[in-house]
């Protein structure tokens, strides 16, 4: 079992920053892909980025590229996703998900989710 907890979302004006922290404990989290995930009420789970066990690639819905990065810490055991130049259409609950296989910005796929982190974006 895998258990994640996100951390650092809030309030920030358009064109401002967050990096946004997935924890785990459990288990070591580089032996599992991890994703990042948006919603908004009413709607479904949006893949935002992904990063594969051992960090060597990472995977961005065409609204991330260029302004979101995704990395990993193995002495933290936690992922992080810095997002800049942000924008009022970015904002929702973000969560993290894990899994033990390839990384996808599928939400199907994935086994182990956190709770999430409500990210607001003023115009």
């Known amino acids: 079992q895998v258990q994640l907890v996100e951390s650092g979302g809030g309030l920030v004006q358009s064109g401002g920053s967050l990096r946004l922290s997935c924890e785990a404990s459990?288990?070591?989290?580089?032996?599992?892909?991890v994703g990042w995930f948006r919603q908004i009420p009413g709607k479904e789970y949006e893949g935002v980025s992904s990063?594969?066990?051992?960090?060597?690639?990472?995977f961005y819905a065409d609204s991330a590229k260029g302004r979101f990065t995704i990395s990993r810490s193995v002495p933290n055991n936690t992922v992080y996703l810095q997002l800049n130049s942000l924008k009022p259409e970015d904002a929702g609950v973000y969560y993290c998900?894990?899994?033990?296989?390839?990384?996808?910005?599928?939400?199907?796929?994935?086994?182990?989710w956190g709770l999430g982190t409500q990210v607001t974006v003023s115009p």
């Open positions: 998900a894990a899994r033990s296989g390839l990384p996808s910005l599928d939400p199907n796929w994935y086994e182990y």
């Open positions: 459990g288990q070591a989290l580089d032996y599992h892909s």
């Open positions: 990063i594969a066990s051992g960090g060597s690639r990472q």
